[in-house]
């Protein structure tokens, strides 16, 4: 829950169930849609692959100059 509360896709409050008894019961509520919060994740995800695809086919280009 804290990544999603850190980027204010979640609302948390507490309500004690009893008076001075026990701890708190949190109740929690999304503050965007479920699926933009998903496709906000994809996104990332797929850019952080992107750049590992990329830092790779630089590797090959780099083996094919070695090789000649």
Same mark, same amino acid.
């Given at each position: 829950?804290?990544? +999603?509360? !850190?980027?204010?896709? *979640?609302? !948390?409050?507490? !309500?004690?169930?009893?008076?001075?008894?026990?701890? =708190? *019961?949190?109740?929690?509520? %999304? /503050? %965007? =849609?479920?699926?933009?919060?998903?496709? *906000? %994740?994809?996104? @990332?995800? %797929?850019?952080?692959?992107? @750049?590992?695809?990329?830092? $790779?086919?630089? +590797?090959? !280009? +780099?083996? /094919?100059? $070695?090789?000649?």
């Amino acid at each position: 829950m804290r990544p +999603l509360r !850190e980027r204010g896709w *979640v609302e !948390e409050r507490s !309500e004690k169930k009893n008076k001075g008894k026990g701890r =708190p *019961v949190k109740y929690y509520q %999304l /503050t %965007l =849609p479920f699926s933009q919060i998903v496709k *906000v %994740l994809e996104d @990332e995800f %797929l850019k952080g692959n992107n @750049e590992k695809m990329i830092a $790779l086919k630089r +590797l090959r !280009e +780099l083996e /094919t100059i $070695l090789q000649n």
